[in-house]
């Protein structure tokens, strides 16, 4: 039996039937978000852990992980479960979930109100943390990011995920990026997972091609998959990041990933009493013509960043 499929083109239909199929292959795949399987940084156990279609391919054997920043929701998102967290239990979809943090998603199941600010799940004291008796809400709040990993800026982007606990943090960094009158896009984000939470600081700064590199992915139409969708959406898996509690995913063996910065990026030992070498500028690298014709991104960029390298450029 044949496997090759022919072309409706092809088919000599009618256009009515013509037209019939090609609705019918819209509603294949209306109401489901998300499109294109997209990736997420999980952390649990104080670990990053790649998590591709639900699936764990790379685990971090080391509580901090450096990033740029290429998206970030504009809203606090916010999910709800009914029931209590068992790690036993197949990963299921969140009863009730926002994106905007102001009214629910339309995929919701069990929507729990018609607002998020009158939500009385979203209020403190509507859970009990089982763990420490805390007072917390039972709708948890997270905000999400999209990111690319040092060491691999041109590479795959992720969703990370900032709870509520860490939002805290997240806010004194992006403040003192602002302070410095710098940008996410030219820093790298230093995460730290190593007490329970996610502490945020500067890793480093990026080169103008660098910077070039991520302003590209964060022009890409990918980063808004990743910020409009939460980890069940994505992945198939609980959007219940579980710090301490998390099971050890498989008995398989998981490979471990250190993306590291790249080694010209690494400072240089100066020897004592000596004068420093001239700083030589950064030039930023212009593809030819034809590569940026085959990218309307890349050619858009081109002339933004013509006079790039002319600017101060200090670590």
């Keep these: 039996m044949s496997t090759d499929m022919i072309p409706v083109e092809k088919m000599n239909l009618p256009a009515n039937i013509a037209d019939f199929m090609a609705k019918m292959m819209e509603d294949a795949t209306g109401g ?23 699936s764990e391919v790379g685990v971090r054997n080391d509580p901090t992980l450096d990033v740029v920043v290429v998206g970030v929701n504009p809203g606090v998102s916010k999910v709800y479960y009914k029931a209590a967290y068992d790690p036993k239990q197949e990963p299921s979809a969140p009863d009730c979930s926002s994106n905007n943090g102001v009214v629910p998603d339309g995929s919701s199941t069990n929507k729990q109100s018609v607002s998020c600010a009158d939500c009385p799940q979203n209020v403190w004291g509507s859970k009990i943390n089982p763990q420490s008796g805390a007072k917390v809400k039972a709708c948890a709040d997270y905000k999400r990011l999209a990111v690319v990993l040092d060491g691999e800026l041109d590479g795959d982007m992720y969703q990370l995920q900032v709870p509520g606990g860490s939002l805290k943090s997240w806010k004194a960094w992006v403040e ?4 410095n009158r710098s940008n996410l896009l030219a820093v790298t984000t230093r995460v730290d997972a190593t007490n329970q939470s996610l502490i945020f600081g500067k890793g480093r700064v990026l080169n103008p091609n660098e910077v070039k590199t991520c302003v590209h992915a964060a022009m890409s139409d990918g980063v808004n998959n990743l910020l409009n969708n939460n980890a069940a959406t994505l992945d198939g898996a609980s959007s219940e990041e579980k710090f301490t ?21 690494k400072a240089e030992a100066k020897p004592r009493g000596r004068p420093a070498a001239p700083k ?14 085959s990218d309307p991104v890349t050619a858009k960029l081109e002339a933004g960043f013509a006079d790039f390298a002319t600017a101060t450029w200090d670590d």
Excluded: C, D, W, Y
């Design 32 to 54: 489901i978000q998300g499109g294109a399987a997209v990736n997420r940084i999980s952390i649990k156990n104080g670990r990053f852990r790649l998590m591709v279609e639900g």
């Design 176 to 179: 003192q990026v602002k302070v």
């Design 245 to 265: 509690s998390a099971p050890v995913t498989s008995a398989a063996e998981i490979p471990s990933f250190t993306s590291p910065a790249k080694e010209e990026h």
């Design 280 to 293: 030589e500028e950064p030039k930023v690298e212009v593809l030819p013509p034809e590569v940026q014709e």
